[in-house]
Structure formats: C-alpha cells, structure tokens
C-alpha cells in the first residue's frame, strides 16, 4: 500500500503561482512513476504531469507547470506558474508502475484525496 497526502492548494489571482507536494508513505517511493491529475467541477479527471524515466505534460499545461521529486523526502510537487482561471480544479497526486501508463486513470494504483486550487480572474 502507497498513502499519498497532497497539500499546497489555495486561491490565487490569474498569472500566479503555486506548488503543490505530495507526500508518499508506505511501499518504496522510488519505484513508483508519479503523477498529477486534476478534476474541474462536471468535467472527467484529467492527466496533468508524470516522472519517471522521463516527463510527461498535457498540452495545456507545457511551459507552465514543472513536475519534480526527491526520492529521499518521498515527495512530488508540482511547481505551476502563469496560472489561468482554467487550471482551477481539485489536483490529484497518483502513483503508479509504470510512466507509460501513469497517463491514464485506469494505469493508476493509488491516488491522493486531492487538493483544490482555484483561480481568480
């Protein structure tokens, strides 16, 4: 079992900033890609970032947002910057085994309860 705890949501204005972490315990971090997802109120959770062996980043997010890992503190952030109105949602920490599959909901084995981030125009 892997416990993810994400933290670092809050309000902020169009073209701020914000990180979120998630911290992992249980199984060992290291051998688990990790990922971020988001879920906007009435839409379907969405892939947003992933490490592993490489990175990963949806199209809307590129250029903004930095996904990032300490293996040693077992924690991911997700660094996001230029934040629009449209990145609010509830943000999701997940892990799962493999990168090539982190992207999709159905490649995940855990997920965080998810923190919201909202932002103002």
């Known amino acids: 079992q892997v416990q993810l705890v994400e933290s670092g949501g809050g309000l902020v204005q169009a073209g701020g900033s914000l990180r979120l972490s998630c911290a992992a315990s249980?199984?060992?971090?290291?051998?688990?890609?990790m990922g971020w997802f988001r879920q906007a109120p009435g839409k379907e959770r969405e892939f947003v970032a992933a490490?592993?062996?490489?990175?990963l980043y949806a199209e809307s997010v590129k250029g903004r947002f930095t996904i990032s890992r300490d293996n040693a503190k077992n924690t991911v952030y997700l660094q996001m910057n230029s934040l629009k109105p449209e990145d609010t949602a509830v943000y999701y920490c997940?892990?799962?085994?493999?990168?090539?599959?982190?992207?999709?909901?159905?490649?995940?084995?855990?997920w965080g309860k998810g923190t919201l981030v909202t932002v103002s125009s």
């Open positions: 997940a892990a799962g085994k493999a990168i090539a599959t982190i992207t999709r909901t159905n490649g995940i084995d855990y």
């Open positions: 490490i592993g062996w490489s990175l």
């Open positions: 249980g199984r060992p971090f290291s051998s688990y890609a």
